[in-house]
């Protein structure tokens, strides 16, 4: 088939790209014409001290097959650290098209035996990691006017998991700087997606069967990833993907009901909840307004009264 995604002439940042995902999104993306700055400081799953050399091996795989990458080792919870990645790829090709936020850590443990360090240190990688990266590489997108950001939630997140609080809090939160920064960026066409993926990677392996593990190659994640930071990409979607499936998880509000005043007790709701949670004409909401909107728009019509957006 002809490859009609390209990315010749772009920048790419991709973190935590030494292994696993990140690697493959990185090697994936170099074969299609970018060129690469494969992040990794190479720590351990639970963000020890690891391997540092990873994100060499990857740059090495890259020029091999004849493309064109840097390694830099920044922790992406540093400011300081980050800020010196984003300045050396910028002096050395001038542009940034795209941040991938892949880098992650696990420190899994139910809330109850949970340090507060382990719960900061999941949210600092993750989510904290992710606006650094982003937030440096944002005023350079502007200035193109053009980016695309793809952020890394999971399922934990979306839907839970046991012994994953701060894990689940951190992937979910991307949700919502994608919400914000899709709505922030749009006219200066920069697009951001967030991606949900289930793949066999140190991080998984110890979880699933064998020959689930072969199914779920992160290999097969990375053509999703291409399309969701290329130059038709859509925004603020998440994309579902593992095994050569995807699928989109949105977030739908219910029509929802109405009590007014002496009505609108706890007892009341109570009695209304199947109404409340009733799926019929559920509607994704396209901002925050909207259902602000929805909500004084239905209580005014409760009432009998008409409003009017414009202020006098
Ligand atoms: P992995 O452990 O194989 O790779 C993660 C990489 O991130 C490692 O190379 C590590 O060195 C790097 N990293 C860790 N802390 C970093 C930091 N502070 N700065 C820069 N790099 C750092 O994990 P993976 O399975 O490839 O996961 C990649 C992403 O996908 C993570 O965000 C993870 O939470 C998410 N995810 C993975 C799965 C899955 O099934 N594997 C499911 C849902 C979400």
Known sequence: MTETIRFDGQVAIVTGAGVGLGRSHALQLAARGAKVVVNDPGVATDGAAGQVT??????????????????????????????DMVG???????????????????RDKTFAKMSMDDFRKVVDV???????????????????KYGRVLLTSSSSGLYGNFGQSNYGAAKAAMV?????????????DIRVNTLAPTAATRMTEELLPDEALAL???????????????????????????????????????????LLDDENTPEAVAAAFADIQSPDN?????????????????????????LSWGKE
């Open 216 to 258: 779920l190659a992160p290999e097969s994640i990375s053509p999703g990833v291409l399309y969701l930071v290329s130059k038709d990409a859509p925004t603020q979607f998440i994309l579902g993907a593992g095994a050569g499936c995807y699928a989109q998880t949105r977030i739908y509000e219910t029509p929802g009901i109405v």
């Open 282 to 306: 559920q509607q994704p909401m396209p901002n925050a307004f909207s259902q602000t909107s929805k909500f004084a728009e239905n209580a005014a019509k409760a009432r009998g009264l008409t």
């Open 54 to 83: 990873v994100a060499n091996s990857v740059v090495e795989e890259i020029i091999g097959n004849g493309g064109e990458a840097i390694a830099h080792r920044a922790d992406v919870s540093s400011i300081e650290d980050v800020a």
């Open 176 to 188: 919502g700087l994608m919400n914000v920064l899709a709505q922030e960026g749009a006219r200066d």
């Open 126 to 144: 993750h989510l904290i990691g992710s606006a650094n990266v982003t937030h440096a590489c944002w005023p350079i997108m502007r200035g193109q």
């Open 88 to 106: 050396q790829a910028t002096e050395k090709w001038g542009r940034i098209d795209i941040v991938i936020n892949n880098a992650g850590i696990l």
